[in-house]
Nanobody, 123 residues
Framework: VQLQASGGGLVQPGGSLRLSCAASGSIASILAMGWYRQAPGEQRELVAVITLEYTGGRTNYADAVKGRFTISRGDAKSTVYLQMNSLKREDTAVYYC???????????????WGKGTQVTVSS
């Protein structure tokens, strides 16, 4: 399973960015996809997650991004987007796409990670 993320970059405080992540490979089903971030010297933390199978698109957000970020899924259900509005300097981090996917022959979901994409909020 491969996760291809895109959309990071440099933006001024108050600006917006949209991250995209597409999953590909040998996948039986994707249970959930989400975004995590890691700032320098900090631990990786959950930003937002959306379920894709069985529970119909439930979302969960970190308190720090509620009301500013929106996670959504594409029609193909193997793509997720993270719309980030009203960005703050403290949102600066490397953002990682995550998928919990069931591969053929397995009964359990496994975590897969994409390469990170840098988001820098600075004037």
């Amino acid at each position: 399973v491969q996760l291809q993320a895109s959309g990071g970059g440099l933006v001024q405080p108050g600006g917006s960015l949209r991250l995209s992540c597409a999953a590909s490979g040998s996948i039986a089903s994707i249970l959930a996809m989400g975004w995590y971030r890691q700032a320098p010297g900090e631990q990786r933390e959950l930003v937002a997650v959306i379920t894709l199978e069985y529970t119909g698109g439930r979302t969960n957000y970190a308190d720090a991004v509620k009301g500013r970020f929106t996670i959504s899924r594409g029609d193909a259900k193997s793509t997720v987007y993270l719309q980030m509005n009203s960005l703050k300097r403290e949102d600066t981090a490397v953002y990682y796409c995550n998928a919990v996917a069931v591969v053929p022959g397995s009964y359990y979901g496994t975590d897969f990670w994409g390469k990170g994409t840098q988001v820098t909020v600075s004037s």
